[in-house]
């Protein structure tokens, strides 16, 4: 068919209905088409999917013309693009946070064409991680923390570290039968040892932005008391929470060992993590302790418990267990 269509029509009317993987197959297969297959489409499928993964601004490619290698490269980018939905759109949470806490100076972070041609010369090099192991390392190395990389580096005895903590992957045959991360395994987003156990990667990313990477940025923290016992806490600490709300991040402390005791944490991320915040805010729920704690980025003079936004989100995921009047005990503290 393609000696009768001319090659205007295959451009514009044929090749931006076709997939990826049939893009490539045309293009290293037909000689009398193949030029039909350009730079440009590739684009086009990128654009679309940063903007249908909630990426815009977050994440982009380089667009420069004269890069050598282009085709390759912006074929590189769209297949990581277009593998993973899920994990990107978690990502995408993730970066912005990362952001209003300091670890890049700019947004959007661009994927490396460095970076791909090094990494990325077989599909067989991304799939040897997990997937959400596998698309973080593709910006990773944009983030640092304290002048030092976030970049997932694989360390000589096969765990892997990101900065100063080191990462490793529990299989799913490793955790004991009824264990409770056992019944949400994914092997896109595995269950993670990093002293912690973390029932995913994305979990232990989020919880170490939270509670590590975010250290040294100007904050305010509000403490409050309340009995273990309480129904309310303890749904707070194992309930549902709606993504509008807030992003569940739940871990615990088993001591380094899986047939032992878990203590449970969970963070409540309600602020930071949609288009437009530049608020980062979130509740920690320590059940050992018996507190809930409100970490805000938002300012407030010391003695103040006047923080708008932070209060306003947390109260309204704490209003569902009943606790919206227990964060009002707490005093402030100010970081600066």
Not at 58 to 63: A, C, E, Q, S
Not at 303 to 309: A, E, F, Y
Request: proline share 4%; hydrophobic share 45%.
């Amino acid at each position: 068919m393609e000696w009768f269509l001319p090659l205007e029509l295959w451009g514009g009317r044929v090749v931006p209905l076709l997939t990826l993987r049939e893009l490539v197959n045309l293009r290293s297969t037909s000689h009398a088409v193949g030029d039909a297959v350009t730079c440009d489409e590739l684009l086009r499928i990128i654009d679309a999917e940063i903007s249908c993964r909630s990426l815009n601004g977050l994440i982009d490619v380089n667009r420069c013309a004269s890069l050598l290698g282009r085709f390759a490269y912006l074929l590189r980018c769209a297949w990581v693009l277009q593998r993973a939905e899920r994990e990107w759109r978690l990502m995408g949470m993730f970066i912005q946070l990362a952001a209003i806490y300091g670890l890049t100076p700019r947004l959007p972070l661009v994927l490396s064409a460095d970076w791909m041609a090094a990494n990325l010369r077989t599909r067989a090099a991304f799939d040897r991680l997990p997937l959400a192991m596998a698309i973080y390392s593709t910006f990773g190395h944009h983030l640092t923390h304290h002048g030092h990389t976030l970049a997932l580096q694989q360390s000589a005895n096969g765990a892997y570290h990101i900065g100063n903590l080191s990462v490793r992957v529990v299989p799913l045959g490793a955790l004991p039968a009824g264990h409770r991360y056992a019944g949400t395994y994914d092997r896109k987003d595995p269950v993670i040892r990093s002293d912690w156990l973390f029932p995913s990667f994305t979990s232990f990313l989020l919880r170490s932005l939270c509670r590590v990477w975010s250290c040294g940025a100007p904050h305010a923290t509000l403490r409050t008391h309340i009995r273990r016992d309480n129904p309310g806490y303890l749904s707070l600490l194992a309930g549902e929470i709606d993504r509008d709300e807030g992003i569940v991040v739940d871990y615990c402390w088993d001591r380094g060992d899986l047939h032992g005791p878990m203590d449970e944490w969970r963070i409540v991320i309600v602020s930071g993590y949609r288009r437009g915040e530049t608020i980062a805010a979130h509740l920690l729920v320590e059940w050992v302790a018996g507190a809930i704690e409100l970490h805000t980025t938002e300012r407030s003079a010391a003695g103040d418990t006047r923080l708008n936004v932070s209060m306003g989100r947390a109260v309204s995921v704490l209003r569902r267990f009943g606790l919206e009047h227990t964060i009002n005990r707490g005093r402030v503290h100010v970081d600066v």
